[in-house]
């Protein structure tokens, strides 16, 4: 399992970014979750295959709601693991 941290940017705000996240990213048999952070950024974590992870990495780029300006990613190595992909 490969996990993957997201910082996007951008007009994500009031735009159901959250909530389209999270249907995407179980579509794919993701966990983890998604959240509003300070300064309008959009924190994603997300843990699944590897494959799944770069769909989800590429939609967000490319096909999320809103306009992302930039996408920020990290992989990191698995230390918690989530039993599904949650909005906080």
Request: no cysteine; charged share 25%.
């Given at each position: 399992m490969d ?5 996007i940017?951008g007009?994500?705000?009031?735009v159901g ?6 249907r995407f990213?179980?579509?794919?048999s ?5 959240r509003?952070?300070?300064n ?7 843990q ?19 306009s ?9 190595p698995?230390?918690e693991?989530y039993?599904n992909f949650?909005?906080l």
């Amino acid at each position: 399992m490969d996990q993957v941290y997201l910082k996007i940017y951008g007009d994500v705000h009031g735009v159901g970014f959250r909530y389209q996240t999270k249907r995407f990213a179980e579509s794919l048999s993701l966990t983890g979750l998604v959240r509003n952070a300070p300064n309008r950024i959009v924190e994603v974590l997300a843990q699944g295959e590897k494959q799944n992870l770069e769909k989800l990495i590429s939609w967000v780029r490319h096909s999320a709601p809103g306009s992302v300006t930039k996408a920020e990613l990290q992989w990191l190595p698995t230390k918690e693991r989530y039993t599904n992909f949650q909005i906080l």
